[in-house]
């Protein structure tokens, strides 16, 4: 069964950095694009943060461009999620998802999984 575990969150004033992981575990599986999206008031719906293809190709929200950097080490199925200059509107649960592949013989589909959210509260 694969397992996403995130670790990083906490609260920080405003300007501060923090820096988000996830790891990845269960079986013998492929991790195609890994990201971070975010829910920043219940009910809000869940927007894309940043994310990263398995060869390390980036993609950036506008709203964190130049304040946060995603990145991933492969060989700890592992991603990151640097967030520097944080301001409050920035507060929001962060969850990463992974598209994993099993294999069985053979590799097959492909879904997405997703980690359990982890708190990032900035003050002002």
């Known amino acids: 069964q694969v397992q996403l575990v995130e670790s990083g969150g906490g609260l920080v004033q405003s300007g501060g950095s923090l820096r988000l992981s996830c790891a990845v575990s269960?079986?013998?599986?492929?991790?195609?694009?890994m990201g971070w999206h975010r829910r920043q008031a219940p009910g809000k719906q869940r927007e894309l943060v940043a994310?990263?293809?398995?060869?390390?190709?980036?993609n950036t929200s506008d709203s964190v461009k130049g304040r946060f950097t995603i990145s991933r080490d492969n060989a700890k199925n592992t991603v990151y999620l640097q967030m520097n200059s944080l301001k409050p509107e920035d507060t929001a649960v962060y969850y990463c998802?992974?598209?994993?592949?099993?294999?069985?013989?053979?590799?097959?589909?492909?879904?997405?999984?997703w980690g359990q959210g982890t708190q990032v509260t900035v003050s002002s």
């Open positions: 998802n992974a598209e994993i592949q099993y294999y069985r013989g053979t590799w097959l589909r492909p879904f997405v999984s």
């Open positions: 994310d990263i293809t398995s060869g390390g190709v980036t």
């Open positions: 269960g079986g013998i599986l492929r991790i195609n694009n």
